[in-house]
């Protein structure tokens, strides 16, 4: 079957693979002897106008063409192409002949005004023609199929339209057996591609090309009236869309999406696609380099072995040349040593790969994207495909600057970068982000673009209109934190407003100890960033007033097990945040010290909660250790029921570092536990059990270890060795002045070292 129409010997129909580096050869190939007048290809006609901008200079693939509905970025669709995808090696040979290339595939403006969930259900139902070929060859791997049949065949040179005559055939066959392969929107497809062919064929005669997928070949050729596909297009749904260029990766062609032409190694395929001059022997070169950037020990011996080995497979198993499988094995013997571990490292860093294309200046972008783009470069924050950590210093401008943009991305859903802790220091003048540009963030770009046309003017209105939307306190008090991040002084006072409406109208006391952690946070993130956070001190001011007031009530209220462990949870939140709050107003400490003395003294307070205030007195140094002792030996008197009293020490000494420590050192608490423990009934020990190992599991292997030691002693020993004043065995009963003045130097040192960084 020649790929020329048997009636007139043209149009000339190349059948391809999408990202197929033999595709795109013999393509290139084909059309260099046939020398056809224009060139269509598979894609949608709005791009149309966008061709051009491919022999720009500054196009690289990977690149994209992107379609969305004008009223609705993020219904948008993408057709991706690499540098060895056949349909750019078409574009890029029609635009260097002066040959009118058009794309010819049903124009977006329909597909894209497809319901989802017919979409879904078309795709669902598709058949993979490769993998039906691929099984009929007695393969179990289309792609190793793919490789052995096209990739590592070298026919172009002998007749360049031979490898299209076979798929042409093949696909034939499957199209007789399985019809459209199920899938009825192929049928659409297929008859708009023959309305625009014959559009072709008045203004080009016989003699274009059309560069499509394989599939598509059988029902291009085959014999169909204009009046049969003008009516399968009547009717069809319309929208209008607007399209551009944006880059694409090569991650995101290894995984099927847009028209559904994913493959699994597209690194791989762009070396055999450039490196057509002894492919294996350079890709292992490659290979050897990667290993030897992550120190380990590769010399040339081991890429000649690795090439050796990689041959004999492929002698073996019958192939005309090692594929990936038979050098990826070599790898793992030769180089990697048998493990799989480096070899992750070169699926990820080779097989597939980061590259991450560029598209020019002039092509066409909403106002918002060229604003990012701009600040991009202005701060020097270059698009990357592949993972990396941004260290940020809060105190210069450069940084503090980086900070906003970032966060006021992720306001409005761009995701570039995430959030993550700090190494090595905790101040909150240090921001640590793991930026990773994928390329659906240009659509993303494009939603956001109904709220402004800079980055900044965008997420005031956006965090203006979450303002006005947010049903919950939390949620508000979420957003102000997120507006003092991002410096959105303009938005702030909408959000006050909101807050302060929700603040006042909740009498949820979970809710508003949920709300009060993240404002003292925005209070200190707004001091750190210079933001005049006034009102919202006085707003969280208020808040505290109003837990301080309400929460010993709701503590007191019959709590099951879920709710004394919520209610703890929020007692520690809001014990930090009034640390954070009490520097401006001490009197507030005072206030939550006198709620936390009413929890721990409270009888009908669940034991969790009332060890867990005693804890934070304890810690603040409010509780003096007669007083915990007192408190600790009532919760775990033999009136007290086990599950409270293991729910009490549960509150106190767990949930928390410095628990073990504490009894380790004050061996009075450590006895009182003990001495419970061992008179809890052997029916109830089973019930409090489970909160015991959480509690005590929790603790460090040192700290597990010198309990263990301790309550091995005799009762006797300890209690000669225990209360407040008297030092557990192991440590003196006062200050040694000898021993102390023996590491006085070395303190010293340590002192001035940690001033002089902190003034640096």
Not at 254 to 281: K, M
Not at 288 to 314: F, K, N, W, Y
Not at 363 to 381: E, G, I, M, N
Not at 624 to 641: D, I, N, Q, V, Y
């Amino acid at each position: 079957m020649n790929p020329r129409s048997p009636q007139t010997g043209g149009p000339l129909l190349l059948g391809v693979r999408h990202h197929g580096p033999g595709s795109a050869r013999a393509v290139r190939a084909a059309l260099d002897e046939a020398r056809p007048t224009a060139v269509l290809i598979e894609g949608p006609p709005e791009g149309d106008a966008l061709l051009p901008l491919a022999a720009d200079p500054q196009m690289r693939p990977p690149v994209a063409l992107l379609a969305h509905a004008a009223d609705d970025p993020g219904r948008a669709a993408f057709w991706p192409l690499a540098g060895f995808s056949p349909e750019w090696a078409a574009i890029r040979w029609a635009q260097a002949r002066d040959v009118p290339v058009r794309f010819i595939d049903l124009p977006a403006a329909h597909s894209l005004a497809v319901k989802d969930d017919q979409e879904e259900q078309a795709d669902s139902v598709r058949i993979d023609p490769l993998a039906v070929l691929a099984e009929s060859a007695g393969y179990d791997d289309p792609e190793r199929w793919w490789e052995d049949v096209v990739e590592h065949r070298d026919a172009v040179r002998e007749d360049p339209l031979a490898a299209f005559e076979a798929l042409g055939e093949a696909m034939g066959a499957l199209r007789e057996a399985y019809g459209c392969g199920g899938n009825p929107r192929d049928l659409v497809r297929e008859a708009y591609m023959r309305q625009r062919m014959r559009a072709a064929r008045r203004e080009f005669g016989d003699t274009y090309a059309v560069v499509c997928g394989a599939w598509h070949v059988p029902a291009l050729r085959a014999p169909a009236t204009a009046a049969a596909d003008k009516a399968l297009l009547t009717g069809l749904p319309k929208i209008k869309v607007e399209t551009t260029w944006v880059p694409w990766t090569h991650r995101r062609l290894a995984r099927a999406g847009g028209y559904g032409a994913g493959i699994t190694s597209p690194g791989w395929y762009a070396h055999l696609f450039t490196a057509r001059d002894r492919p294996v022997e350079r890709w292992l070169t490659k290979v050897a380099g990667l290993l030897r950037e992550e120190d380990r020990q590769v010399s040339s011996a081991h890429v000649i072995e690795a090439v050796r080995l990689a041959q004999t497979l492929a002698a073996v198993r019958g192939r005309p040349v090692p594929g990936l499988t038979e050098t990826l094995e070599a790898v793992r013997a030769v180089m990697c040593d048998g493990s799989d571990m480096p070899l992750a490292l070169i699926q990820d860093r080779l097989v597939v790969g980061d590259v991450l294309g560029e598209v020019p200046d002039a092509a066409p972008v909403v106002p918002l994207q060229r604003d990012l783009t701009r600040r991009q470069r202005s701060l020097r924050l270059k698009a990357e495909a592949q993972d990396r950590e941004l260290e940020l210093d809060l105190r210069k401008d450069t940084d503090a600057a980086k900070s906003l943009l970032l966060h006021r991305l992720q306001l409005l859903g761009i995701d570039w970068g995430t959030p993550t802790a700090s190494r090595g220091s905790t101040g909150t003048f240090r921001e640590t982000w793991r930026l990773r540009w994928e390329p659906e963030l240009s659509v993303r770009v494009a939603e956001a673009g109904i709220w402004g046309t800079t980055v900044l003017g965008a997420a005031t209105a956006r965090a203006e209109a979450l303002a006005a939307d947010a049903a919950e306190l939390g949620e508000v008090t979420a957003l102000a934190e997120r507006c003092l991040l991002a410096g959105l002084a303009e938005a702030l006072p909408a959000v006050l407003r909101a807050l302060a409406d929700r603040a006042a109208l909740d009498t949820d006391v979970a809710r508003l100890a949920k709300a009060l952690p993240a404002l003292a946070r925005s209070l200190r993130y707004g001091d750190v960033r210079g933001t005049d956070a006034q009102a919202l001190a006085t707003v969280a001011a208020g808040l505290a007033e109003r837990i301080c007031v309400a929460l010993p009530p709701a503590c007191a209220a019959g709590l099951d097990a879920d709710g004394a462990a919520e209610l703890r949870g929020h007692v520690d939140a809001v014990h930090g945040a009034i640390a954070l709050l009490a520097d401006a107003d001490e009197g507030l400490r005072e206030r939550w010290a006198a709620v936390l003395r009413t929890l721990a003294g409270r009888d009908t307070v669940p034991g969790l909660i009332r060890g867990r205030a005693a804890r934070l007195l304890l810690d603040d140094g409010r509780l003096p250790p007669e007083e915990t002792a007192r408190l600790m030996g009532l919760a775990l008197s033999p009136a007290a029921t086990p599950a409270d009293a293991a729910g009490w020490i549960e509150g106190f000494a767990g949930g928390s570092a410095g628990g073990g420590t504490l009894l380790v050192h004050d061996e009075r608490l450590l006895g009182l536990i003990d001495t419970w423990l061992v008179s809890v009934p052997a029916g109830a020990f089973v019930d409090v059990l489970p909160l015991l190992r959480r509690t005590f599991g929790a603790y460090e292997p040192g700290v597990k270890r010198a309990l263990g030691e301790l309550v091995r002693r005799p009762p006797a020993a300890r209690q000669r060795g225990a209360g407040p004043g008297r030092a557990p065995e192991g440590f003196g009963p006062e200050l040694n002045p000898v021993r102390a003045d023996a590491v006085a130097d070395v303190v010293r040192m340590l002192l001035a070292g940690a001033a002089g960084a902190a003034a640096a």
